[in-house]
């Protein structure tokens, strides 16, 4: 099974790319994290947002491997514990089916993004940095596989 991580951005700082490797480097080919960039729309003064979020929308959809599950990550889905995410995590890994995480740009997914979501996750009732939560997928994922493991990472 390979998690695929489909964001919206790839002109991120060096350090977010340095915290995701390191997390994704620790993930065994069992269920190995990859980074699908997407072009991030057009947004200076007077651009067109919503013609922005619905493109980028578009190439996040086309992006998705065939038969992958399909994860949004919402402001509006389900919060997960980090016990509920290893207990989904060894729910894809048994299936042997590819996943999909989407992450949206600044304002979000868009639509036709949610409408094809099998599952819809928030990561918290905060706001993250966008470029931030690549690297808090990537850690959370890792953690969730140490549980399943019985590895000493995580600690609770």
């Known amino acids: 099974m ?22 994704a480097k620790r993930l065994p080919g069992e269920c ?24 980028e929308g578009e190439r996040m959809l086309a992006a998705i491997p065939k038969g ?21 995590l060894g729910d894809w890994m048994h299936q042997g089916r590819d ?3 989407l992450v949206g740009g600044p304002e979000g997914l868009c639509e036709n993004c949610l409408a094809m979501a099998d599952l819809r ?19 959370q994922l890792y953690r969730a596989w140490t549980l399943l493991r019985n590895h000493p990472y995580h600690r609770a």
């Open 121 to 139: 996750w928030s990561l918290s009732a905060l706001t993250f940095p966008h470029p931030l939560v690549r690297v808090i997928l990537a850690e």
């Open 68 to 88: 992958a599950l399909v994860v949004a990550l919402d402001v509006l889905g389900k919060p997960w514990s980090t016990e509920l995410l290893a207990e989904q």
């Open 2 to 23: 390979r998690i695929h991580l489909i964001s919206i951005g790839n002109k991120m700082p060096q350090w977010i790319g340095e915290g995701y490797r390191e997390y």
């Open 99 to 101: 996943v999909a995480l």
């Open 32 to 55: 190995a994290l990859i980074l699908v960039e997407i072009a991030a729309g057009h947004r200076c003064k007077g651009a067109d947002i919503h013609r922005a979020i619905r493109e």
